[in-house]
């Protein structure tokens, strides 16, 4: 069975947690403690040379890094990637944007307020907002005029740029700013099989958490 390794409020982990459960995929979910340190151990450095979650283990033991990866690894062959070369380069494109123009910057801001270290870190947290809301208004330019991020349907595209950008209040971004965002995030959030970050997947073994 498939194993993925993530922690509880990791906005990379939860894209993975997306797909396993549309797709209907089984998986065993095993749940780090980040601030333990477990990424840091010998052992999770064998499965991730980045030490980092998520981490999906294959069944015959080799492992897939790094979250754009992995939802290209498992949407091989269905509806939620291309087969089509250029629309699968443009869907590739959108997940390279999204971690170097939006992720960092969001997922930072998330974490210092989640922490409780807002008013410490409120200058860089000013810096990480005037760099994310760049990322931001690239992102709502596109969705003035496209109801998905790449051709005509949703597309793991859509799930790796949703999900930091739905968290992204959570860092004290000012979201009414971005109405087409909104409404395509309304979207990605019917599609069959969503499931929301504290949500447990159906296909989950619930042992292994
Ligand atoms: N580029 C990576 C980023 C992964 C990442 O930042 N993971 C965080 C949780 S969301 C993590 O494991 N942090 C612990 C650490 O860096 O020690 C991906 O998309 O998978």
């Known amino acids: 069975m498939l194993r993925l390794y993530d922690s ?15 797709l209907q995929r089984p998986f065993e979910r095993h749940t780090l403690d980040l601030d333990a340190g477990e990424t840091k151990t ?10 980092r979650v998520p981490v999906l283990r294959l069944e015959d033991g080799r492992t897939v890094v790094e979250s754009a990866a992995i939802l290209l690894y ?8 291309y087969d089509d070369q250029y629309l699968r380069s443009q869907v590739i494109g959108w997940m390279f944007f999204e971690q170097g123009d939006l992720q960092r910057f969001i ?6 307020h989640l922490k409780g270290m807002a008013d410490k870190m409120s200058q860089q947290i000013e810096q990480l907002h005037a760099n994310g809301y760049l990322g931001l208004a690239k992102l709502e330019r ?26 992204a209040h959570e860092g004290s971004y000012q979201m009414d700013r971005f109405p087409n965002i909104n409404r395509w995030l309304d979207s990605v959030k019917a599609q069959p099989g969503w499931i929301g970050i504290l949500e447990q997947s159906t296909y989950q073994n619930n042992a292994a958490a």
């Not at 596109?142 to 968290?167: I, P, Q």
């Open 8 to 22: 509880r409020f990791s906005g990379n982990s939860w894209k993975i947690r997306i797909l396993l459960n549309q």
């Open 42 to 51: 010998d052992a999770f450095l064998k499965l991730n040379r980045f030490s």
């Open 74 to 81: 498992l949407a091989e062959g269905t509806p939620y990637l």
């Open 107 to 112: 997922a930072l801001a998330r974490v210092y």
């Open 142 to 167: 596109w969705l003035v005029a496209h109801e998905w991020l790449v051709g005509d349907r949703y597309t793991v595209a859509d799930l790796a740029v949703f999900s930091y950008v739905s968290l």
